[in-house]
């Protein structure tokens, strides 16, 4: 099947591809609930070596740019307690740490989560963390341009492989919370 986005002419349904994805992507699609069907999650298998951002859209070309999108994982402290959420916001932006997240977290500072501490608490590999699998006692803090977007690349929880889902899924993750202004330029 051909991708509704980019030029991948191979996707397939991720209920179709369990045995790549990461063990919580792979259960999440598994036991999938959203108002979009499983099937129309699509998996497409890419190289691992451009999995970054700026090398995978460079390598698939410049379009993909305003329909990817980057989940990562932060740390929001406050009086010597600290809290992980997750952002998702499009690629062409960059999450508002010490604005919107701050302030959604009710943290005193919010910072990105180190590499060990994002890969270790979701199981999923770093420059492919994805939403879909994430605890659902995380915030899941979502860029309203995210869930306006008919089709978004993300992560499939490993370095190999993206994602391609309708935008409006994002809403409807476990602990999402849709803001404006969370990707700024």
């Known amino acids: 099947m051909r991708a509704p986005i980019g030029d991948f002419d191979d996707a397939r349904p991720a209920p ?3 045995d790549v994805l990461t063990r919580p992507v792979a259960d999440a699609v598994r036991d999938w609930r959203g108002t979009v069907p499983a099937e129309q999650l699509l998996y497409v298998d890419t190289d691992p070596a ?20 980057n989940c990562v994982v932060v740390a929001g402290k406050r009086g010597g307690e600290t809290s992980l959420a997750a952002c998702v916001v499009l690629s062409r932006t960059r999450v508002d ?3 919107v997240v701050r302030r959604q977290l009710g943290a005193r500072k ?3 989560a180190s590499m060990e501490t994002a890969t270790g608490e979701t199981g999923m590999e770093y420059g492919g963390i994805t939403p879909i699998g994430l605890s ?3 915030p899941l803090l979502v860029d309203a341009a995210v869930v306006d977007t008919e089709y978004v690349l993300i992560g499939s ?3 190999r492989g993206k994602l391609i889902v309708p935008g ?3 809403a409807e993750l ?8 969370l990707g700024v330029s």
């Not at 451009?50 to 999108?69: K, M, N, R």
């Not at 476990?174 to 202004?181: E, I, M």
């Open 168 to 170: 409006k899924i994002f």
């Open 16 to 18: 179709d591809c369990l």
């Open 157 to 159: 929880g490993g370095r």
């Open 110 to 112: 919010a910072s990105f």
């Open 50 to 69: 451009i999995a970054d951002t700026a090398v995978f859209v460079e390598h698939h070309g410049a379009a993909l740019l305003d329909q990817s999108a």
């Open 136 to 138: 659902a006692s995380w």
């Open 174 to 181: 476990p602990g999402a919370v849709v803001l404006d202004g």
């Open 97 to 99: 740490v010490n604005g």
